[in-house]
């Protein structure tokens, strides 16, 4: 269940952030990419905090990309990471090639 509710939200042309809104991380994470203009409906932060299956789901994101950590970052259908990732893949320059790459940026 819970990797049938990941994968439906990939796309290969946005963004999609798992969050927890209390953690810092996912903050930083959400606050970065505030920073970008995003066409609509490329960009989507997931709250995974009220869900039953939270546990499931960080256990899957454990399996999928080596850690249960919120948030995990997707760009695409590849995790970048979480938010110190996205900070820094921002701060070199990267991320706004990555998401112009997959056609998230209007």
Same mark, same amino acid.
């Given at each position: 269940m819970a990797q049938q509710f990941v994968k439906a939200k990939l796309k290969g042309d946005r963004v999609?952030?798992?969050i927890k809104p209390s953690c810092p991380y996912c903050t930083m994470a959400e606050n970065v990419l505030s920073k970008y203009k995003f066409k609509p409906g490329?960009?989507?932060? !997931? #709250?995974?905090s009220g869900r039953s299956d939270m546990d499931s789901l960080q #256990?899957?994101?454990q399996e999928l990309t080596g850690s249960r950590t919120v948030?995990? !970052?997707f760009i695409g259908e590849e995790c970048v990471g979480g938010g110190s990732d996205v900070s820094a893949l921002h701060n070199s320059g990267e991320l706004e090639g990555m998401l112009q790459s997959i056609g998230a940026l209007q």
């Open positions: 999609v952030l798992f490329h960009l989507e932060s !997931v #709250d995974i #256990d899957y994101f948030p995990r !970052v």
